[in-house]
């Protein structure tokens, strides 16, 4: 079973792409960046957003392993979602996306995996 943490838009999550719906659809179907992990299984400890504009990332996951911590959880691989992909590439998102995967996987030594459901 894989452990992920989902980092969102804020800006999207749940006003355009509602309810997350599409990556729950995704993850159950083993659809989009999710396949790797369709016969293994995905357990979804966290789902948090970037924090709105600019781009909070590094302090909200900061934030999130503390809390991981806390109550004894932990993740093996950070997702960062179609919609900071879609984001930065329809939109005037500031995030550098391989920068930000390259910083995440820095500070905390998991996978990053950019995207994550294909609609
Ligand atoms: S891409 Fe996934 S994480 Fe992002 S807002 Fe849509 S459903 Fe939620
Ligand atoms: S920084 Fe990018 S991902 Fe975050 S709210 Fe703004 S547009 Fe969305």
């Known amino acids: 079973m894989a452990n992920i943490v989902i980092i969102s838009c804020d800006k999207i999550r749940d006003k355009s792409c ?3 719906i599409k990556c729950f659809k995704a993850i159950k179907e083993g659809a989009g960046e999710y396949e790797r992990f369709k016969d293994e ?11 709105d ?11 999130v392993k503390d809390i991981c911590n806390q109550y004894g959880v932990d993740f093996d691989y950070i997702f960062i979602g179609t ?4 984001a930065t590439e329809t939109a005037k998102c500031p995030i ?13 030594g998991k996978e990053v995996i950019i995207g994550t459901h294909p609609w």
Do not use: Q, R, S, Y
């Open 18 to 20: 509602v309810a997350c």
């Open 41 to 51: 299984g995905i357990n979804v400890i966290a789902m948090t957003t970037c924090g």
């Open 53 to 63: 504009c600019p781009g909070l990332v590094m302090p909200k996951m900061a934030l």
């Open 83 to 86: 919609c900071i992909v879609k």
């Open 96 to 108: 550098d996306i391989p920068e930000l995967k390259k910083k995440l996987e820095n500070k905390f």
